[in-house]
């Protein structure tokens, strides 16, 4: 069956990433097997938020192809599913699971994204690095030396 849910927005790394669009598209397969049920769970979304890195506004795409199974009467964990309870689906929480699971460790704006300079704060993948130079510090071991000179 096709569904729309509501997706609830991510918290990571105290930047919050809202899902794209308000109403994700979701497909549920359910199959019966002998002794219950084998669900299917596919849906194609995107994050919006700031890149990891840069801080830049980006978007990140998330695909989900996600599967459990229920069967009620199993003793096994592995054969009962955490989203069934008493033969009601958490849909939702399901999906967001499954979404944070397919998210990538860093949310980049593209794979080879520099970051920020740690001297100035300007976004590195627009400057080139042979322009893009600081004087560097001076020793900080030679400090009292300097106070001397002056």
């Not at 592995?78 to 989203?83: H, K, Q, V």
């Amino acid at each position: 069956m096709d569904v729309e849910l509501a997706a609830d927005a991510f918290e990571l790394g105290g930047e919050s990433y809202p899902v794209e669009p308000a109403k994700v598209p979701v497909r549920l397969d359910v199959s019966r097997t002998a002794s219950g049920h084998a669900l299917r769970l596919r849906l194609e979304a995107r994050l919006s938020g700031p890149c990891m890195r840069c801080l830049t506004g980006s978007t990140f795409p998330v695909e989900v192809d996600a599967r459990e199974v229920e069967h009620p009467s199993a003793s096994d964990e592995e054969l009962t599913s955490p989203y069934v309870e008493e033969g009601v689906l958490d849909l939702g929480a399901w999906a967001h699971d499954a979404m944070a699971l397919a998210l990538p460790q860093t949310l980049l704006c593209r794979p080879d994204c520099a970051g920020l300079c740690p001297e100035c704060g300007v976004v590195l993948n627009d400057v080139d690095p042979a322009t893009h130079v600081h004087e560097s510090a001076p020793d900080p071991r030679w400090a009292k030396l300097r106070e001397l000179q002056e």
